[in-house]
């Protein structure tokens, strides 16, 4: 049974999100707060699998209460729910430490998957905000490897030499040997392994 404490500043969200969230799912609402200062006071107090967090609220908002959570040590997951998905709203609730970020307009199904997904410690992002997010940190689009770069660099990343790249792709050594410079400009990087080590950092391998 997950427990769950809904922060809303409006009794009707909170009633209708009460009314959902039934044992009959798997669910308790343990309890409810109006604005932020009530959700960190609460959820301190019952100790919540999954806090759902709206963002803005009176007296302190919802990233606000997050970060003070986090500060805390409060174990609480928070999946933000709110109708906000502007850079402004998502960017600063993820840095402050939301686990999750969904839209009020997301069907039921999607709600209970993604508050179980988060009361397991799983970052859960509704399809528009993840584009905000990775647009955010994945940086300027002609910084972005091509398809054939991330080949080579894969290839590189295997032990290939330049010219077991080339045979392997079809292609010539002085292209590869291209590839790989474009690579290391656009990761910043003078060297193979450096290469082969930011992309791995970065997801790309």
Same mark, same amino acid.
């Given at each position: 049974m997950i427990t769950i404490l809904v922060a809303d500043d409006h009794p009707v969200v909170r009633d209708g999100l009460r009314g959902? +969230?039934?044992?009959?799912e798997g669910f308790t609402v343990v309890g409810e707060a109006a604005d932020g /200062?009530?959700?960190i006071a609460a959820t301190e107090r019952l100790r919540p699998d999954v806090v759902l967090m709206d963002l803005?609220?009176?007296?302190? =908002?919802?990233?606000? /209460?997050?970060?003070?959570? *986090?500060?805390? =040590?409060?174990?609480?997951?928070?999946?933000?729910?709110?109708?906000?998905?502007?850079?402004?709203?998502?960017?600063?609730?993820?840095?402050?430490?939301?686990? =999750?970020?969904?839209?009020?307009? /997301?069907?039921? *199904?999607?709600? +209970?998957?993604?508050?179980r997904a988060t009361a397991r410690g799983e970052s859960v992002l509704s399809p528009t905000v993840a584009s905000?997010? #990775?647009?955010? +940190?994945?940086?300027?689009?002609?910084?972005?490897?091509? /398809?054939?770069?991330?080949?080579?660099?894969?290839?590189? *990343?295997? =032990?290939?030499?330049?010219?077991?790249? *080339?045979?392997? #792709?079809? #292609?010539?050594?002085?292209?590869?040997?291209?590839?790989?410079?474009h690579v290391y400009a656009k990761l910043g990087v003078r060297d193979r392994a450096a290469a082969v080590a930011v992309a791995y950092r970065r997801g790309l391998l």
């Open positions: 959902i +969230f039934t044992p009959d /200062a009530e959700a803005r609220m009176p007296r302190v =908002g919802g990233v606000e /209460a997050i970060r003070r959570l *986090a500060a805390l =040590g409060n174990p609480a997951r928070i999946l933000v729910l709110t109708t906000y998905d502007t850079d402004s709203d998502v960017v600063p609730a993820v840095e402050a430490g939301a686990t =999750g970020y969904l839209l009020k307009d /997301a069907p039921r *199904a999607e709600l +209970f998957r993604a508050v905000r997010v #990775l647009g955010r +940190f994945r940086g300027p689009a002609e910084d972005a490897l091509t /398809a054939r770069e991330i080949e080579v660099l894969s290839l590189v *990343a295997q =032990g290939y030499t330049n010219r077991e790249a *080339a045979k392997e #792709l079809f #292609l010539s050594e002085a292209t590869v040997k291209t590839h790989l410079l």
